[in-house]
C-alpha cells in the first residue's frame, strides 16, 4: 500500500514548478502503478498550447475557471469544478487558466518525476531521458 500527504510531498522533489504552472506528483512510475497521478495548478492568465503525444492524460477540475480548446475541431470547453476532460486522442489543445485553476491529473504511461513540456507542447517518454 502507497500512502502520501500532498502537504508533505509539495515540500519535497515530487514538486515541478514552471513559471506558468507547478505539480505535486503524487503517484509515479517508480511506484509501480501504470500511471501517474499529480494534482496541478495553473497560474491565473496562463494560456497552454499542449500535445501529448507520448502520453494520454485524463484531467478533473477542482477549482478554478478556464477553457480547453481542442486545435483539431477548434472547440471550445469550458473548465470548472466538476468537468473532467480526457485526451484520449493525443489531442493537440490550449488551456487558458481565467482564474488559478486547481486539476487533478493522470497519465499514462506514468511519468518519472520532473518532465516538463518540450517546445512542441510533450512530456518526454522515458526512454527519451537518456
Not at 27 to 40: A, E, N, R
Not at 68 to 73: M, N, R
Not at 102 to 115: A, D, K, R, S, Y
Request: aromatic share 8%; with cysteine; proline share 3%.
Amino acid at each position: 500500500m502507497i500512502v502520501r500527504d500532498f502537504n508533505e510531498a509539495k515540500f519535497t522533489a515530487r514538486r515541478v514548478e514552471t513559471a506558468n504552472w507547478e505539480s505535486v506528483r503524487l503517484l509515479l512510475k517508480s511506484d509501480g502503478m501504470g500511471f501517474s497521478f499529480h494534482i496541478t495548478t495553473i497560474h491565473r492568465g496562463a494560456r497552454l498550447k499542449m500535445h501529448y503525444r507520448n502520453h494520454l492524460e485524463a484531467v478533473y477540475c477542482i477549482s478554478g475557471t478556464g477553457s480547453i480548446e481542442d486545435l483539431q475541431s477548434n472547440e471550445i470547453h469550458a473548465v470548472r469544478p466538476g468537468i473532467i476532460y480526457a485526451l484520449d486522442k493525443h489531442d493537440a489543445h490550449v488551456l487558458c487558466a481565467e482564474t488559478e485553476l486547481v486539476l487533478v491529473c493522470v497519465f499514462v504511461p506514468p511519468l518519472v518525476g520532473t518532465e516538463v513540456h518540450d517546445q512542441t507542447g510533450a512530456y518526454p517518454l522515458d526512454s527519451e531521458r537518456i
